[in-house]
């Protein structure tokens, strides 16, 4: 069966301090792995894939195939970067999305 | 911003009711999906379909019917079997089902 875990319900840290939002996954086969993200009053958008390896406003994800982990980070966090973020592997049919990390940058 | 359109925004639903989502999208996806989303419980998968005339089951496809007619459209109807329909709706369209998804601005449905 396709499980997500995204254990940190609510993350807050401060403006400048490094951020990271854990995902695990348990999928068959290879999955595509995916951050969306949403802002407050916005879309629930995509952030970044796994596939592109590429950085999207500083963050940058590391998938891990041995711990089935796909770790999103950010160095330094900015206050824009409060939103909620959802780790969604997918696959052959659909999408899993995990139950999202709250995420509040203090100034 | 265009792409997915989803309407309408507020729903009110009497007991009893069946009502209907509409979901359209101009990117010309194959793929479209309907999700619930419930406070700490993020996205469950209602439906969703991979090309015009077909659609599966999600997670929590009871009390839900769906219908794909046209490639562009993905209507969800939230039928009176659904003892506990009030949620925020949110319908997604992709290229294809590995593809990225793009989300509508979403469907808040309360009872009265």
């Known amino acids: 069966a396709q499980r997500v875990t995204q254990p940190e319900k609510l993350l807050s840290v401060f403006k400048g301090a490094p951020v990271e939002l854990k995902c695990n996954y348990s999928y068959s086969g290879s999955p595509e792995l995916f951050w969306y993200v949403q802002y407050s009053r916005q879309r629930l958008q995509l952030l970044l894939r796994?596939?592109s390896r590429e950085s999207i406003k500083g963050f940058t994800a590391d998938l891990n195939k041995g711990e089935t982990s796909f770790h999103l980070k950010k160095p330094f966090a900015q206050e824009e970067d409060s939103a909620m973020y959802y780790c969604?592997?997918?696959?052959?049919?659909?999408?899993?999305f995990g139950k999202g990390n709250q995420v509040v940058v203090i100034p | 911003d265009g792409g997915i359109t989803q309407s309408p925004k507020y729903l009110f639903r009497k007991e009893g009711q069946n009502v209907t989502l509409s979901c359209e999208q101009n990117?010309?996806?194959?793929?479209m999906y309907w999700y619930r989303q419930d406070p700490g419980q993020g996205l469950r998968l209602i439906y969703y379909s991979q090309i015009v005339n077909d659609f599966q089951k999600g997670d929590i496809a009871e009390g839900y019917s769906v219908s794909r007619e046209k490639k562009e459209s993905f209507p969800l109807t939230v039928t009176s079997a659904q003892k506990n329909p009030t949620a925020f709706y949110l319908c997604?369209?992709?290229?294809?089902?590995?593809?990225?998804?793009?989300f509508g601005d979403g469907t808040r449905l309360s009872i009265l």
């Open positions: 990117l010309n996806h194959d793929a």
């Open positions: 997604a369209s992709s290229a294809g089902v590995r593809q990225p998804q793009h």
């Open positions: 969604a592997p997918g696959g052959n049919n659909r999408l899993a």
């Open positions: 796994h596939i």
